[in-house]
Nanobody, 128 residues
Framework: QVQLVESGGGLVQAGGSLRLSCAAS????????MGWFRQAPGKEREFVGA????????YYADSVKGRFTISRDNAKSTVYLQMNSLKPEDTAVYYC?????????????????????WGQGTQVTVSS
C-alpha cells in the first residue's frame, strides 16, 4: 500500500502561482511513477501531468503545458506540482496518484484507471 497526502491548495488570483505537494508513505516511493489529475465541479477527472520514477521524464496535458511543472524528491518521498500563470479554468480539486513504471513507459500515464493509489485531493480555486 502507498498512502498519498496532498497539500498546498488554496485561493489565488488569476495570474498567480501555487505549489502543490504530495507526500507518500508506505511502499518504496521511487518504485512508482506519479501523476497529477484534477476534477472541476460537474466535469470528469482529467489528466494534468506525470513524472517517471526517476524524474527524468515528464508529460503534461496541453492545457497546462508551459505553465505547470512536475518534480519529485525521492529522498523526501514527495512529488510537486508547480502551477504558474493560473487561470480561473484551473479551478478544481487536484489529486496525486501513483502507478507502475510499466504503465508510465507504455504511454498510459494519462489514464486515471491505470493508477493504483490516490490521495484525497486538495482544492485549488483561481479567482478572476
Amino acid at each position: 500500500q502507498v498512502q498519498l497526502v496532498e497539500s498546498g491548495g488554496g485561493l489565488v488570483q488569476a495570474g498567480g502561482s501555487l505549489r502543490l505537494s504530495c507526500a507518500a508513505s508506505g511502499r518504496t516511493f521511487n518504485n512508482y511513477a506519479m501523476g497529477w489529475f484534477r476534477q472541476a465541479p460537474g466535469k470528469e477527472r482529467e489528466f494534468v501531468g506525470a513524472i517517471s520514477w526517476n524524474g527524468r521524464s515528464t508529460y503534461y496535458a496541453d492545457s497546462v503545458k508551459g505553465r505547470f511543472t512536475i518534480s519529485r524528491d525521492n529522498a523526501k518521498s514527495t512529488v510537486y506540482l508547480q502551477m504558474n500563470s493560473l487561470k480561473p479554468e484551473d479551478t478544481a480539486v487536484y489529486y496525486c496518484a501513483a502507478t507502475t513504471a510499466e504503465t508510465f513507459y507504455s504511454g498510459n500515464y494519462n489514464r486515471g484507471g491505470e493508477y493504483d493509489y490516490w490521495g484525497q485531493g486538495t482544492q485549488v480555486t483561481v479567482s478572476s
